[in-house]
């Protein structure tokens, strides 16, 4: 199998603007010529071997970085919205123009997703008559939720200098100390009382005083507080870290800083260091890894997903939860396979059977239009609201890796990993998924083009060119 060219262009400048060298000097370190040099940082030629490794012995450079990144996002973003009606009559670009753009033009690329989820927006609005219509001077704005998400998608859901804090938190001597103990301490150190209460809510604060909810379970205890030492604790950390993403409203830096307490919180709950070590110990069993650091199998499957630290990186997996509807609520993906911005996942995909076998753990051995082959892992989270008359929250998760990587889970023991047939195809959405003969297709692909005979009806009332 041929080796994959690695154009890093943009991971290349970035280095060395960060470095503080002219390209001259920066040339000098690499043992490059300067207009080799200039052809790499321009895509006009791939990064050498010698390069990567003269980045990585020369600058203590991740190498890793340069293959990942925004790149795949990107081009997973712009494919989906490419494939939209409104694009329809021109075409959708061949994807080695989109993989160029998204290596050469970043900012350029991610310019047009927000271009084209701001006319997403505005054509729902007006579509169900809502407020827009009738408010004057009523302007399309981002939604906040979208911007968040998008902001901890593009930073690979890891947060350096979040995460860390979080680590030095919970173990403040190389030593991983109780959360609830831990965060109650901090807490009351800083004047702020801490009660278990009968309360209807998971956690309410009133002036000097912290109620968290009795019935809740141990781990979502220890997750309110540890939310709670974010914010009073970490303040001046969250706030700069909020001011270098400029959100462009005062909601979505709200909804973002809601968002850095909790990954504070996970963080500091699954410290780094050593939940890595226990993942990798254990072979990233997560009932074993949820019994030990007192979290639940959402958590840990969570956490195992952010294990991206420079330098220490876990396995790259991705991680997903839908509802009942096959909403996403929430995604994350460390390896090629990227999520549908808009819409539900592939119904082929195991994490909506999950919903059938509460509490069982359901494995399924996937492969995408690209090839690319992963282990996913499915499970049902349902959550109690604490009493008969309260709602159910039904959710299921989806934890999944490369099989490149799947040995080094212990889900992956007896399963046929070198057998293509074992292999399961799915998609990520209708729109753009190649796919002719997917008997769940709900829509027609629209970068093909269609035949209709009506004498003749297979699986669809299509064929696909």
Same mark, same amino acid.
């Given at each position: 199998?041929?080796?994959?060219?690695?154009?890093?262009? @943009?991971?290349?400048?970035?280095?060395?603007?960060?470095?503080?060298?002219?390209?001259?000097?920066?040339?000098?370190?690499?043992?490059?010529?300067?207009?080799?040099?200039?052809?790499?940082?321009?895509?006009?030629?791939?990064?050498?071997?010698?390069?990567?490794?003269?980045?990585?012995?020369?600058?203590?450079?991740?190498?890793?970085?340069?293959?990942?990144?925004?790149?795949?996002?990107?081009?997973?973003?712009?494919?989906?919205?490419?494939?939209?009606?409104?694009?329809?009559?021109?075409?959708?670009?061949?994807?080695?123009?989109?993989?160029?753009?998204?290596?050469?033009?970043?900012?350029?690329?991610?310019?047009?997703? *927000?271009?084209? /989820?701001?006319?997403?927006?505005?054509?729902?609005?007006?579509?169900?008559?809502?407020?827009?219509?009738?408010?004057?001077?009523?302007?399309?704005?981002?939604?906040?939720?979208?911007? @968040?998400?998008?902001?901890?998608?593009?930073?690979?859901?890891?947060?350096?200098?979040?995460?860390?804090?979080? *680590?030095?938190?919970?173990?403040?001597?190389?030593?991983?100390?109780?959360?609830?103990?831990?965060?109650?301490?901090?807490?009351?150190?800083?004047? @702020?009382?801490? +009660?278990?209460?009968?309360?209807?809510?998971? /956690?309410?604060?009133?002036?000097?005083?912290?109620?968290?909810?009795?019935?809740?379970?141990?781990?979502?205890?220890?997750?309110?507080?540890?939310?709670?030492?974010?914010?009073?604790?970490?303040? *001046?950390?969250?706030?700069?870290?909020?001011?270098?993403?400029?959100?462009?409203?005062?909601?979505?830096?709200?909804?973002?800083?809601?968002?850095?307490?909790?990954?504070?919180?996970?963080?500091?709950?699954?410290?780094?260091?050593?939940?890595?070590?226990?993942?990798?110990?254990?072979?990233?069993?997560?009932?074993?890894?949820?019994?030990?650091?007192?979290?639940?199998?959402?958590?840990?499957?969570?956490?195992?997903?952010?294990?991206?630290?420079?330098?220490?990186?876990?396995?790259?997996?991705?991680?997903?939860?839908?509802?009942?509807?096959?909403?996403?609520?929430?995604?994350?993906?460390?390896?090629?396979?990227?999520?549908?911005?808009?819409?539900?996942?592939?119904?082929?995909?195991?994490?909506? +059977?999950?919903? *059938?076998?509460?509490?069982?753990?359901?494995?399924?051995?996937?492969?995408?239009?690209?090839?690319?082959?992963?282990?996913?892992?499915?499970?049902?989270?349902?959550?109690?609201?604490?009493?008969?008359?309260?709602?159910?929250?039904?959710?299921?998760?989806?934890?999944?890796?490369?099989?490149?990587?799947?040995?080094?889970?212990?889900?992956?023991?007896?399963?046929?990993?070198?057998?293509? /047939?074992?292999?399961?195809?799915?998609?990520?959405?209708?729109?753009?998924?190649?796919?002719?003969?997917?008997?769940?297709?709900?829509?027609?692909?629209?970068?093909?083009?269609? /035949?209709?005979?009506?004498?003749?009806?297979?699986?669809?009332?299509?064929?696909?060119?």
């Amino acid at each position: 199998m041929a080796t994959q060219k690695l154009y890093a262009g @943009v991971k290349l400048r970035e280095t060395r603007a960060r470095l503080g060298l002219t390209q001259k000097a920066f040339a000098d370190r690499l043992g490059v010529s300067l207009p080799y040099l200039n052809q790499m940082e321009n895509n006009h030629r791939p990064v050498s071997a010698a390069v990567v490794l003269a980045l990585a012995g020369e600058f203590g450079l991740d190498v890793t970085e340069l293959s990942a990144g925004d790149a795949e996002r990107l081009v997973s973003d712009m494919r989906e919205a490419m494939a939209d009606p409104v694009f329809a009559d021109g075409g959708t670009p061949p994807l080695a123009d989109l993989r160029l753009a998204a290596s050469n033009a970043p900012a350029l690329a991610r310019a047009f997703l *927000e271009l084209h /989820r701001a006319y997403r927006q505005a054509h729902e609005r007006l579509a169900s008559l809502d407020e827009a219509l009738g408010r004057e001077g009523a302007q399309t704005v981002v939604s906040p939720w979208e911007e @968040v998400r998008d902001f901890f998608h593009y930073c690979d859901n890891y947060i350096d200098a979040v995460d860390r804090a979080a *680590e030095r938190f919970s173990c403040p001597d190389g030593k991983r100390l109780d959360p609830i103990l831990r965060a109650s301490d901090a807490l009351r150190a800083r004047g @702020v009382d801490v +009660q278990f209460s009968n309360i209807s809510e998971l /956690r309410a604060r009133e002036g000097d005083r912290i109620l968290i909810s009795a019935h809740a379970s141990r781990s979502t205890q220890a997750f309110q507080l540890l939310h709670q030492v974010a914010l009073i604790t970490q303040n *001046e950390l969250l706030e700069a870290t909020l001011d270098l993403a400029r959100f462009q409203s005062e909601t979505s830096r709200a909804i973002a800083k809601i968002g850095l307490a909790n990954y504070f919180a996970g963080a500091a709950l699954l410290p780094y260091r050593a939940f890595l070590d226990a993942a990798q110990e254990t072979r990233h069993d997560l009932e074993r890894l949820a019994d030990a650091f007192g979290a639940s199998i959402e958590q840990v499957a969570h956490r195992l997903s952010t294990l991206q630290r420079p330098g220490a990186k876990g396995i790259p997996f991705f991680f997903v939860r839908v509802d009942q509807a096959g909403t996403i609520t929430k995604r994350h993906s460390a390896t090629r396979l990227q999520f549908a911005r808009f819409g539900g996942a592939c119904p082929l995909w195991n994490v909506h +059977q999950a919903f *059938e076998t509460p509490t069982k753990f359901l494995r399924q051995l996937a492969e995408t239009p690209d090839g690319v082959r992963y282990l996913c892992l499915a499970r049902d989270v349902s959550k109690s609201g604490g009493s008969f008359t309260a709602p159910v929250r039904r959710y299921a998760i989806c934890l999944g890796c490369e099989v490149s990587h799947a040995r080094g889970l212990v889900y992956a023991d007896d399963m046929e990993l070198g057998n293509p /047939r074992a292999y399961q195809p799915i998609g990520i959405s209708c729109r753009i998924c190649e796919r002719k003969d997917c008997h769940q297709r709900s829509v027609p692909p629209l970068e093909r083009r269609l /035949r209709v005979d009506p004498n003749r009806r297979g699986m669809l009332p299509y064929d696909i060119a």
